[in-house]
C-alpha cells in the first residue's frame, strides 16, 4: 500500500477570496478581524479609483506575535471558536470570524497584501503578492519571508496595505461599504469605523437625515437621526438614543 497526502495549490488563495460577493464585503472580513483582536478604532482609507494607490485597514487591536502569525494567522481556515471560544477575552464580545479564510480577502481587488502587526514590543511583517503565488508550487511551499523589528511596547495593532488593485474588478465604493459596515457596527460601542477620515455614523445611513438641538435640564443636546427605508436592516433593530455620545435608552 502507497501512501500520499494532499497538495494544496497556491491557487486556493484566490479561489478563497473569490468566495465575497463583492468588494465592500471582502473589507467587511479585515473589519471583523479587527473586532475579533479587541480594536477599539480601525481606519480605511480608499484611494481614488485609478490613482494607483492602496487600500489600508488599520486597527489598534491586540496584534499578533511572531508565534501567533505563524501558528494561528498563516493557519489556513483554522477555526478560531473552537479554540478560544465564542468570545473574545477581555471585551466579550461576540467573535464573527468562523472560517479563517478572510486573510485572502482583499485578493479579490488587489494583486499585493503587506500586513503589519505590532504585539509586546514587536512588529513582524509580510507581503503576500501575486508573483509568490504564481512562483510556488504550493501554499506549503512559499517562501513566506517574516521580517522582525523591535517597537515600543505600548504600539499594537495590525495594519494591512493592498496595493496593485486590479483596475478590471470593482473598486470599492465608500458609501455601498458604509451601508455594509452600518448594518453589522451600527449599534456597537466601543468599537469606531473610520471611513476616508470620517467616523461611521447615523448619518451614513441610506435615508433621510436630521440634526436638531434641544434644551434640557443639564445643557443642550444634539439630536442626530436618519429616517431609513432601505432593504438592508440593522443587526440589532429598535431606537436609540443618544445624549453626549453616551447611549441613554434602547428600546427595541
Not at 463583492?22 to 475579533?36: F, T
Not at 504585539?119 to 521580517?147: H, N, W, Y
Request: aromatic share 6%.
Amino acid at each position: 500500500m502507497s501512501k500520499s497526502t494532499f497538495k494544496v495549490d497556491t491557487r486556493l488563495a484566490y479561489l478563497l477570496s473569490e468566495n465575497y460577493r463583492s468588494p465592500e464585503k471582502a473589507l467587511k472580513e479585515l473589519v471583523d478581524n479587527a473586532w475579533d483582536a479587541e480594536a477599539l478604532r480601525v481606519s480605511i482609507s480608499l484611494p481614488e479609483p485609478m490613482s494607483g494607490d492602496a487600500v489600508i485597514v488599520e486597527d489598534d487591536g491586540a496584534g499578533m506575535t511572531l508565534n501567533e502569525l505563524q501558528n494561528e494567522y498563516l493557519n489556513v481556515a483554522r477555526n478560531r471558536r473552537q479554540r478560544s471560544g465564542d468570545f473574545t477575552p477581555n471585551l466579550r464580545r461576540k467573535v464573527k470570524g468562523r472560517k479563517g479564510i478572510g486573510k485572502f480577502s482583499g485578493l479579490m481587488f488587489a494583486a499585493s497584501m503587506t500586513l503589519e502587526t505590532r504585539a509586546r514590543g514587536k512588529q513582524s511583517t509580510f507581503c503576500l503578492d501575486r508573483d509568490l503565488l504564481e512562483s510556488s508550487e504550493g501554499l506549503p511551499e512559499m517562501p513566506l519571508e517574516i521580517v522582525n523589528s523591535d517597537v515600543s511596547p505600548d504600539v499594537h495593532g495590525t495594519r494591512i496595505n493592498l496595493a496593485e488593485l486590479n483596475q478590471s474588478q470593482k473598486f470599492p465604493n465608500e458609501n455601498k461599504l458604509k451601508q455594509v459596515l452600518i448594518a453589522d457596527y451600527g449599534r456597537e460601542e466601543g468599537f469606531e469605523i473610520v471611513i476616508n477620515g470620517k467616523s461611521l455614523g447615523v448619518d451614513d445611513l441610506q435615508g433621510e437625515y436630521k440634526e436638531e438641538s434641544i434644551q434640557l435640564s443639564s445643557g443642550e443636546a444634539r439630536l442626530r437621526c436618519t429616517v431609513s427605508d432601505q432593504k438592508r436592516k440593522l443587526r440589532k433593530p429598535g431606537i436609540t438614543v443618544r445624549i453626549d455620545g453616551k447611549v441613554v435608552g434602547d428600546p427595541s
